[in-house]
């Protein structure tokens, strides 16, 4: 199995930009499709974003496309988040997940991700 470990969170003004990164160990990240996830307090964990085992293909939740990208360097075991333009409403524990599905699908279902990460707090301050 992989173990994933999230970092690069923190406090961040609104109109700010954070790079989150989630190393994998464990296994070949690149037998994975990967995805983030976020949870705000007493919400529910939600898609943020998704990525392709190669990196070719991505999906991204509509109140981050333009603001977010996700991407992966399969040769340093690393998928990143890169956020600009961050907004209050980001505010959040992100969490990387791990799908070990063999189809093409890139899931949005926090169902279908077999491996996740601790968390790492985002707060945007206005």
């Known amino acids: 199995q992989v173990q994933l470990v999230e970092s690069g969170g923190g406090l961040v003004q609104a109109g700010g930009s954070l790079r989150l990164s989630c190393a994998a160990s464990g296994r070949t990240l690149s037998r994975y499709v990967m995805a983030w996830f976020r949870q705000a307090p007493g919400k529910e964990r939600e898609f943020v974003a998704t990525?392709?085992?190669?990196?070719?293909?991505?999906y991204y939740q509509d109140s981050v496309k333009g603001r977010f990208t996700i991407s992966r360097d399969n040769a340093k075991n690393t998928v990143y988040l890169q956020m600009n333009s961050l907004k209050p409403e980001d505010t959040a524990v992100y969490y990387c997940?791990?799908?070990?599905?063999?189809?093409?699908?890139?899931?949005?279902?926090?169902?279908?991700?077999?491996?996740w990460g601790q968390g790492t707090q985002v707060t945007v301050s206005s």
């Open positions: 990525i392709s085992r190669s990196g070719d293909n991505t």
């Open positions: 997940a791990a799908d070990s599905t063999i189809s093409l699908r890139l899931s949005r279902s926090r169902k279908d991700y077999d491996y």
